[in-house]
């Protein structure tokens, strides 16, 4: 029976000893408690608070600068997923950031957020602008405009995966951008703003 497995498993292209079982997967560990905002700090722009359990972010047209609530630590290869209800105002998660003397905070990758539009794209600040923007259509398979939506990023090494309610949005493979950096959640400037997240985590790859 044991070389009938063995030779399965050889079959299907897997190595006889997996690495990806449920023990030795990464663990999601929460990134915001549902109370404050310990474990990230506030850049110059807009307005982040707690309400309810959520991060609202807020700000006024006039404000020009781009307000980033960004993460108290630096993350490799991980995953991280969310909820977020765009209400007004372009906003993302961005990730693998370094931040920056600069109106817009932070330079690096931006999985979008919008109340209508781009949703679920691939947008480097700083660098390459968009790398992968979604056409309206693909957006309204699978964004619900004014509701909860979750969103997953995944970054191991040069690949990069982006999903929004559980459908694939952009991807890069052997990606020549920033390998590591900060989180952050957007307040883009010269807009008016309302953006909510919660149930912020990540799962860290070794």
Same mark, same amino acid.
């Given at each position: 029976?044991?070389?009938?497995?063995?030779?399965?498993?050889?079959?299907?292209?897997?190595?006889?000893?997996?690495?990806?079982?449920?023990?030795?997967?990464?663990?999601?560990?929460?990134?915001?408690?549902?109370k404050t905002l310990d474990g990230?700090?506030?850049?110059?722009?807009?307005?982040?608070?707690? $309400?309810?359990?959520?991060?609202?972010?807020?700000?006024?047209?006039?404000? $020009?600068?781009? %307000?980033?609530? #960004?993460?108290?630590? $630096?993350?490799?290869?991980?995953?991280?997923?969310?909820?977020?209800?765009?209400?007004?105002?372009?906003?993302?998660?961005?990730?693998? #950031?370094?931040?920056?003397?600069?109106?817009?905070?932070?330079?690096?990758? @931006? *999985?979008?957020?919008?109340? *209508? $539009?781009?949703?679920?794209?691939?947008?480097?600040?700083? %660098?390459? *602008?968009? #790398?992968?923007?979604?056409?309206?259509? @693909?957006?309204?398979?699978?964004?619900?405009?004014?509701?909860?939506?979750?969103?997953?990023?995944?970054a191991r090494g040069k690949h990069?995966?982006?999903?929004?309610? %559980?459908?694939?949005?952009?991807?890069?493979?052997?990606?020549?951008?920033?390998?590591?950096?900060?989180?952050?959640? @957007?307040?883009?400037g010269s807009q008016d703003m309302?953006?909510?997240?919660?149930?912020?985590?990540?799962?860290?790859?070794?």
């Amino acid at each position: 029976m044991k070389i009938a497995v063995t030779l399965a498993i050889l079959a299907l292209g897997l190595p006889p000893c997996s690495s990806v079982s449920a023990e030795d997967a990464p663990k999601f560990v929460p990134l915001f408690d549902g109370k404050t905002l310990d474990g990230w700090h506030a850049l110059p722009g807009g307005k982040w608070e707690v $309400r309810d359990g959520v991060i609202l972010g807020t700000a006024e047209r006039k404000e $020009r600068r781009h %307000g980033q609530l #960004v993460s108290n630590n $630096r993350y490799k290869d991980f995953t991280v997923r969310l909820k977020f209800k765009a209400v007004k105002g372009n906003s993302g998660l961005y990730f693998r #950031v370094d931040k920056v003397k600069h109106a817009v905070g932070v330079f690096g990758f @931006q *999985a979008e957020v919008d109340p *209508a $539009r781009d949703v679920g794209g691939l947008y480097e600040t700083g %660098g390459r *602008a968009w #790398v992968v923007k979604p056409t309206a259509e @693909q957006v309204k398979k699978y964004f619900k405009p004014g509701e909860w939506n979750e969103m997953q990023v995944t970054a191991r090494g040069k690949h990069v995966v982006v999903e929004v309610n %559980g459908q694939k949005t952009a991807e890069l493979k052997d990606d020549p951008g920033r390998s590591e950096g900060y989180l952050a959640l @957007q307040l883009h400037g010269s807009q008016d703003m309302h953006v909510e997240f919660k149930d912020i985590e990540i799962a860290v790859f070794e």
